[in-house]
Nanobody, 119 residues
């Protein structure tokens, strides 16, 4: 499995932007998909965005479509999440994850980076 390290979180005002980064410890780790998840206090973790290896397809949580963009830079072993038009309800701990197998089972997780959006 691969080690994942997130960065780029912080505090912004509503309407602002942040770009999260997730750097993997190695390339060609066999992951078939990578994604971003978030969890706010007292709430369940939810999938925010998923990208399949090779950029074949991406999926987004409905509430972030059109505002968030997931991308990968394979040369840098890095996954990004560009977040724009942020809302207070986007505040959460954000985690990146790597998934394996044809069913994209996520089983490698980073430690998380905090995003706080104030109104």
């Amino acid at each position: 499995q691969v080690e994942l390290v997130e960065s780029g979180g912080g505090s912004v005002q509503a309407g602002g932007s942040l770009r999260l980064s997730c750097t993997a410890s190695k390339n060609n780790d066999g992951a078939t998909c990578k994604g971003w998840f978030r969890q706010a206090p007292g709430k369940e973790r939810e999938m925010v965005a998923t990208a399949y290896t090779g950029g074949r397809s991406t999926f987004y949580l409905g509430s972030v479509k059109g505002r968030f963009d997931i991308s990968q830079d394979n040369a840098k072993n890095t996954l990004y999440l560009q977040m724009t038009h942020l809302k207070p309800e986007d505040s959460a701990m954000y985690y990146c994850a790597a998934g394996y197998g044809s069913n994209c089972v996520f089983n490698s997780w980073g430690q998380g980076t905090q995003v706080t959006v104030s109104s």
